[in-house]
């Protein structure tokens, strides 16, 4: 059984390499963690997935960003893929809004 400063250390490992690469999987290899654990973590512990989720609003938003420099420099095919699909991703994650739109 590990403690809960080795639980942390664990985790810290895995969110800054998740924050660096964007990659669940390639962080969880870089963290030695079973790739279950984050999903573990973040459904019993709530510091966790409140740690977890600003990673992933930091990486969505540096992944934006990037898509909107291409965009800039003229428009790829897969640069418009790539902000199709993040699209769909970001309105997964947004609450439902009511018919007049608050």
């Keep these: ?58 990486w969505d938003s540096d992944l934006l960003d990037e898509v909107r420099r291409r965009l800039q420099g003229g428009l790829v095919f897969g640069d418009r893929a790539l902000l199709k699909a993040h699209q769909v991703t970001m309105d997964s994650r947004r609450p439902a809004q009511a018919a007049n739109g608050y």
């Design 1 to 58: 059984m590990t403690s809960r400063a080795e639980r942390r250390r664990a985790q810290d490992v895995f969110l800054q390499a998740y924050a660096r690469t964007g990659s669940k999987n390639a962080a969880c290899v870089y963290a030695d963690i079973h790739r279950n654990t984050p999903n573990y973590w973040k459904r019993h512990d709530p510091s966790f997935k409140r740690r977890y989720e600003v990673c992933m609003q930091m």
